[in-house]
Nanobody, 129 residues
Framework: QVQLVESGGGSVQAGGSLRLSCAASGATYSVNCMTWFRQAPGKEREGVALIGTRGGSTFHADSVKGRFTISQDNAKNTVYLQMNSLKPEDTAMYYC??????????????????????WGQGTQVTVSS
């Protein structure tokens, strides 16, 4: 069992920044892949960024590439999402999720979200124009 707790969401103006955190506890050794997903009202949940927790490789969706950066602090069992140059279309509930995947990389797992066995409660990000 793995527990995930997100924090850091809030309301910002377009062009602003936020840093989301996902603190993991429990059997963290049993997962190797973490993704930040987001879901806006009336839209499908979509993958935003992914990190391999063992090797540190990362992948970012085209819609956020160059603006968002996923990273981790292994000593703190925490994954981060640094969000810069925020746009109104980034408004969504953001979730972190953990899975055991082979390989962990690219976007292939984002269309198979059942593979993510552990989910946080979500944190709201609202970007105003």
């Amino acid at each position: 069992q793995v527990q995930l707790v997100e924090s850091g969401g809030g309301s910002v103006q377009a062009g602003g920044s936020l840093r989301l955190s996902c603190a993991a506890s429990g059997a963290t050794y049993s997962v190797n892949c973490m993704t930040w997903f987001r879901q806006a009202p009336g839209k499908e949940r979509e993958g935003v960024a992914l990190i391999g927790t063992r090797g540190g490789s990362t992948f970012h969706a085209d819609s956020v590439k160059g603006r968002f950066t996923i990273s981790q602090d292994n000593a703190k069992n925490t994954v981060y999402l640094q969000m810069n140059s925020l746009k109104p279309e980034d408004t969504a509930m953001y979730y972190c999720a953990a899975a055991t995947l082979s390989p962990c990389g690219g976007s292939w797992s984002w269309s198979k979200q059942y593979l993510y066995k552990y989910w946080g409660q979500g944190t709201q990000v609202t970007v105003s124009s």
